[in-house]
Each structure stands twice: as C-alpha cells, then as structure tokens.
C-alpha cells in the first residue's frame, strides 16, 4: 500500500502558488523550527532515524551536526537535484509538484547548521523546472521566510557523476566536475572550502515532516536501520510506470507487482546502472538499507530480456559516464564494457568471465568514489544469479 | 584577498559557459579565449570545462538540439525505433547537424523522463511516450 509521506502534498497542492502550500500546513515546520535552538533541530533529525535517499544512506542529523559544529562563519547547504541515476524521475516528480516542501526543508537545514547561503543543483535535463523552481524560491521569500538564507539555483552541464556529492560542488565552483579525494569531507571542506552539507531533494522533502510531526512519529515507519518512507520510480516492463511511495521495508513484490503491475518478471535493477541486479526469486525481498535500496530506481526485465544485454547497456553507460579523475574507474568500465560487447558478439569466453572478476573486486576497492566502487555490481550480480544468459553467449561460438 | 576574488570569479566559469551556449547554441573558440582572458584563467581550463560537459558543445550545431534518450528504461520501450525514425525523417545520424542547421540530433543518457518512456528531449521540452508516427508532427514545432 502507497503512504505518501513525502509526497503528500503532490497533485494537491498548486506548485505555482505559495497560497495553497501555506493551506496545508506550509512552513509550520520552518516556524517551529526557528522557535527551538538549531542544536534542537538538529537532535530531532538525529532522532528521527532519517537517512539520505540519494543512495548512499548516510544518517543525516549526523552530516548536520558535523557541519553545524565545524569552525567557519561561512557554511553552505546544497540541495541535490541533480537525478541522473539511469531510470530515476522521483526527484523531477517532487519539485514539479511540490517545490516548496524543498524549499522549506533547505530553509531548515540552514538554520541548523548556521548557513546563510543555499544552492540547488539542477541537472540540465531538468531545465525545464528552472523557471518553477525559481518563481516558488521567489514567492517563499516574499513571504518572509528566507530572512535567514539566500537559496539560489545552479544548473549542472549534462554529467552524471555530478550527482556525486564531490564533483558537483566542483561543477558549482565552475570547474571540470571530478571527484575530490576524500578526507576532508563536505562537513569540515565542501564548497570552496568551506562545511557544507548536500542533502538529496527527497531528504530534505522529509524535512518539513519531521520537524511538524515530531521525530518519535516518524521513526514509527520503517524498520529499525530504514526509517520513514521511500519514494520510488518505476519503469521498464511495467504496466504503470511512475513514482510510488512506500514504507520501508515494504516488499519488492508489492512495488512491482502490485503498485506497478509488472507480470512475467525476470529480475529487477534497484539503484539504476550501479545497482543490484535481483532476480524474481528474491521478488520478497524487503526495501530497505539493510537490504536492497539505492536512490530508489526500480527497472523491470520480463522474462524476454537478456540479462547479458542489459548488463552490456548498463556498462556502456557507465564508460562514458566515469569522470576520468581515477584508473580503476576510468579503465575498469570502458575493460568491463569491450569484455560484455564482446560477449555479446558471442566471443565471450570463460577466461573472460575470470578476468571480470577480478577486475570488479579491484574497482571496489580502490575507485575513488561510489560510481567506479559500485560500477561492477551489475557484473557481478548477473553472473551470480544470471550465469546462463552469459553460457548462451559462450556457446555460440 | 585578490586570491578570493579571484576564485569567486572562477565559480563563475560554468555560468558563463552555460550562457554563451544559451546565446549562440554553442561555445566558440572566441568565447573559450575571452573567458580566459577575463577570468585569468587558461585556454586549456576553460575548454577543459566546455568539454567536459555533455550538454555545452565546442562546435556549431543546429538551431534545435534534438536529445533521445539511450538509457535502459527508454531502450526496454522500443527507443531504438524513434532513433531509427528520427534518423530517416531528417536523413542524419545521431552527431550531426541537417544542411539547413535546423535541427543537430544527439543520443543522450537518461534525462529523468523513464515513466514516459521512449522519450526525448527538444531543446528543453521534453517530448514522452514517443512512437514513430508522433515523430513527423513533433519536429513540425520547431523552425
């Protein structure tokens, strides 16, 4: 069953008119927040268990509180909208819908860790919600209510790994988006040195939630490591492609079979091109941190599908992604990409199979960020659980 | 002090870029060198940057920038067919420009559009669950 938590507000409210957003408890949250100290607020996120949705799961009370209490008098929040995980539009979804809620969840981020200046990074793809965007910043402002904080959008260039937290505070500065090496992270030296905290739109969607309903109300949802609700998008071989919301720890099988109707399912992609490959026979399995989750990209392959040319597309993609700044990234996926190609050109061999191994646990371990780390997942979960497709490939020969 | 002044001019750079590819469809050569010169930057730095996007191109194109997208989601719904029909309604493949300049066509990855799979983008509009027989009366739009 759908629980729109996040979402709640989305097809309800008028995305153009702050009006209608104040009629539902609009910055009540923002109010209550700037009543309490940001040491308070900050306690309420902690305690509320939430974690970021971008994928990586970090506690987010925690990043504030690194930032909040790192020296400097300059510190930035940065509202990550920069969704270009392959079969991810949740984000698109949220600020076209309900930009304010984002808005108001900056607006609080700010407070708490004593920043006066915010920016949205918005992927190019998405140009056009800019002028959305800018017209509800613009209207929340009029109210009075970014007394406290400059929000100001930044659009990103066309490249995916400017999702990753690093590279787009790069791409802010103006320059090449790559990945930083890391200690320092954002908290202590983010953008131009200075703490910063980068939170993903649907994070800081929660925000405005959880400072109105209190952290004991949402840590009720979920299960013990996964707090709250998740927002998904769905597509591939469904009958409803969209965004659904969930409680976490909410079976696969409900989002996929139920909500988007899928039939016939062979496996499932969750997290997009660096995500885990489930087969149907692990359909049960629960959403969750623990378990399976990412930023919440669920694409379904029906039984006509081949799991060896999906993961091939899924390699290409990310060759051309890599940022280039690593070798095991860099040459990993373009070596991980020819070896799939090959395979399917039916050249594929056993030694193939041994050395794409070995290349996946070097990537793991030793990729500078999450792209080059969880680039061989695809790989590996489809020779784990797929062998047969590479076999036919094989023997074709 | 000049340092930080400096560097706040820097953070400038993808801004202009974006806005010298906003004005003219691309960044030219010109461009590149002016925003060096202003900036106190290298040549090398700024293309290093207008390359290193996929979004901002160092070469003339056409007046509308067609984008389908090749990613997975919109590859599961047939993608390939609109590429193939986009491909045979202008008689160009994907990294050119038609001899009018009125359209350049592009393969792009995935621009958040999966639930309106196949999809594509015009310029900034995006254009959802696309068959080939939509295809002709989409690129009427754009002159």
Redesign the interface.
């Known amino acids: 069953m759908e629980k729109r938590v996040v979402l709640k507000n989305c097809g309800v409210i008028d995305p153009k008119d702050i009006a209608s957003y104040l009629a539902v408890d609009g910055f009540e949250a923002l109010k209550k927040a700037l009543k309490l100290t940001s040491q308070q607020v900050i306690d309420e996120v902690k305690a509320s268990g939430l974690r970021g949705r971008g994928g990586a799961g970090f506690p987010c009370g925690l990043k504030w509180e690194l930032a909040s209490k790192a020296k400097g008098a300059e510190k930035y929040v940065i509202g990550n909208a920069d ?7 949740k ?2 979804y949220i600020l076209e819908n309900d930009p304010f809620s984002l808005i108001e969840g900056i607006a609080i981020a700010g407070y708490a860790i004593g920043a006066k200046k915010a920016f949205i990074y918005l ?6 919600l800019l002028d959305l965007v800018n017209n509800a910043i613009a209207q929340v402002k009029k109210k009075g209510f970014l007394a406290h904080l400059d929000i100001e959008v ?7 790994v400017c999702g990753e937290e690093s590279a787009l505070m790069d ?7 790559e990945v930083r090496y890391r200690p320092p992270f954002p908290p202590t030296s983010g953008l ?1 040195g200075k703490p910063t905290i980068i939170n993903n739109v649907e994070t800081l969607t929660n925000i405005p939630r959880i400072m109105l309903n209190g952290a004991g109300w949402f840590a009720k949802m979920g299960t013990e490591k996964s707090k709250g609700t998740k927002v998904f ?5 469904v009958a409803k ?3 659904y919301e969930l409680e976490l720890g909410s079976p696969l099988r409900e989002l996929v079979e139920k909500l988007a109707k899928a039939e016939r399912v062979k496996a499932v ?1 969750i997290g ?2 660096t995500g885990r490959i489930i087969p149907y026979a692990m359909i049960d399995a629960p959403l969750s941190f623990e378990s399976v989750l990412g930023a919440g990209a669920i ?1 379904v ?1 029906d039984e006509t ?1 081949d799991i060896v040319d ?1 993961v091939e ?2 390699m290409e ?1 990310l060759a ?2 890599s940022c280039g700044k690593c070798t095991p990234c860099r040459e990993g996926t373009e070596v991980m990409a020819e070896t799939m190609e090959r395979f399917m050109r039916g050249e594929g061999t056993n030694k193939d199979i041994r050395v794409l191994k070995e290349l996946a646990e070097t990537m793991m371990l030793s990729s500078l960020c999450g792209l080059g780390q969880a680039a061989p997942i695809p790989v590996v979960d489809s020779l784990e659980h797929f062998r047969g497709d590479y076999d036919n490939h094989i023997r074709q020969k | 002090m000049k340092r930080a002044g400096r560097n706040g001019d820097k953070g400038k750079l993808l801004v202009l870029l974006e806005a010298a590819q906003a004005k003219s469809a691309h960044v030219s050569r010109d461009t590149i060198t002016e925003l060096a010169e202003s900036l106190e930057l290298s040549i090398g730095e700024v293309y290093g940057v207008a390359s290193f996007y996929s979004f901002l191109a160092t070469e003339p194109r056409g007046r509308n920038i067609i984008r389908i997208c090749k990613s997975l989601p919109c590859l599961l719904k047939n993608a390939q067919v609109i590429i193939d029909s986009v491909r045979k309604e202008l008689g160009i493949k994907p990294g050119e420009t038609t001899a009018d300049g009125r359209f350049s066509f592009e393969l792009t990855n995935c621009i958040g559009a999966c639930d309106k799979a196949p999809a594509m983008m015009i310029n900034s509009d995006v254009h959802g669950d696309l068959t080939p027989k939509k295809i002709a009366k989409i690129l009427e739009a754009y002159k």
Do not use: C, L, M
């Open positions: 969704e270009g995980e392959v079969g991810t539009f984000d698109r992927r190019a793809e998405y140009h056009f930044r659009e990103g260039a066309g490249a995916y791409s802010i500065e103006g320059k090449r988006g131009w998008s769905v597509s591939g071989d492609p969209g965004v992609q997009g091109a694409t392959f599908r999906i597309k899924t993609f051309e992604e």
